[in-house]
């Protein structure tokens, strides 16, 4: 990993570990106040979550796929919902407080029994893991990774059938609102175009082999890895 790799990794961790309470608000779960941009902002970001939340369990719902790696699961709701699909999960995050929140979620979730998870304090580029999985979910991951080329060729040792992941558009409403928050806090934003989307594909040898949804503030991407 090359020194601003590793300083965008920290700069992502200190953010996420200090905004795992704000980044949870969104979904309406915490009491935790918001300013009015920032609600504004929220509730444009919401739409978009549902939408790619929505996306992606669609497709984990086959049963075909019986496990699932979260790669930045955040505060939790994926995991949720996929251990309600009755899927083995793997919970990856950077930050500690965002793994404090998703286990929490998940142990006052009453679940009877269904799936099983684990989780992983760390880098998802710098573990090695001892078995694939069937799936990955990357949703709000690539918006921080500067070297996005690394994460997929890892993943097509790691991922034995499908991907899902999300990468924000370089355009729309607010968008100003976001990279100026994200600089104030020191940390990366990496944007992307339809082109970029394309180009980054045909560059790890994924051309033909994936699917993009314009869902106006993400494109929302499902790569088949089989």
Same mark, same amino acid.
């Given at each position: 990993?090359?020194?601003?790799?590793?300083?965008?990794?920290?700069?992502?961790?200190?953010?996420?570990?200090?905004?795992?309470?704000?980044?949870?608000?969104?979904?309406?779960?915490?009491?935790?106040?918001?300013?009015?941009?920032?609600?504004?902002?929220?509730?444009?970001?919401?739409?978009?979550?549902?939408?790619?939340?929505?996306?992606?369990?669609?497709?984990?719902?086959?049963?075909?796929?019986?496990?699932?790696?979260?790669?930045?699961?955040?505060?939790?709701?994926?995991?949720?919902?996929?251990?309600?699909?009755?899927?083995?999960?793997?919970?990856?995050? @950077?930050?500690?407080?965002? #793994? !404090?929140?998703?286990?929490?979620?998940?142990?006052?979730?009453? $679940?009877? %029994? &269904?799936? =099983?998870?684990?989780?992983?304090?760390?880098?998802?580029?710098?573990?090695?893991?001892?078995?694939?999985?069937?799936?990955?979910?990357?949703?709000?991951?690539?918006?921080?990774?500067?070297?996005?080329?690394?994460?997929?060729?890892?993943?097509?040792?790691?991922?034995?059938?499908?991907?899902?992941?999300?990468?924000?558009?370089?355009?729309?409403?607010?968008?100003?609102?976001?990279?100026?928050?994200?600089?104030?806090?020191?940390?990366? @934003?990496?944007?992307?175009? #339809? !082109?970029?989307?394309?180009?980054?594909?045909?560059?790890?040898? $994924?051309? %033909? &082999?994936? =699917?993009?949804?314009?869902?106006?503030?993400?494109?929302?991407?499902?790569?088949?890895?089989?």
């Amino acid at each position: 990993m090359n020194n601003t790799t590793s300083k965008d990794t920290q700069e992502v961790k200190s953010f996420f570990d200090g905004y795992a309470n704000d980044f949870d608000s969104i979904y309406g779960h915490t009491d935790h106040q918001r300013g009015i941009l920032d609600k504004l902002a929220d509730k444009l970001f919401r739409q978009v979550m549902l939408l790619r939340f929505k996306e992606t369990l669609k497709r984990t719902a086959n049963s075909a796929i019986h496990s699932v790696m979260d790669i930045g699961c955040g505060p939790g709701h994926y995991c949720v919902e996929f251990l309600k699909q009755g899927k083995k999960v793997m919970a990856i995050d @950077l930050a500690e407080n965002m #793994l !404090k929140i998703a286990k929490g979620r998940v142990n006052e979730t009453h $679940l009877d %029994g &269904k799936g =099983e998870i684990a989780f992983l304090q760390a880098n998802y580029l710098e573990h090695n893991f001892e078995q694939q999985y069937d799936a990955a979910c990357l949703m709000g991951f690539f918006d921080y990774i500067k070297n996005p080329e690394d994460v997929l060729e890892k993943l097509k040792k790691d991922i034995t059938k499908e991907v899902y992941a999300s990468f924000p558009q370089s355009g729309g409403l607010l968008i100003w609102q976001r990279k100026i928050r994200y600089k104030m806090r020191n940390c990366p @934003l990496y944007l992307y175009s #339809l !082109k970029d989307l394309q180009e980054l594909m045909k560059k790890v040898g $994924l051309e %033909g &082999k994936y =699917e993009v949804i314009d869902l106006k503030r993400d494109f929302f991407v499902k790569i088949d890895m089989s």
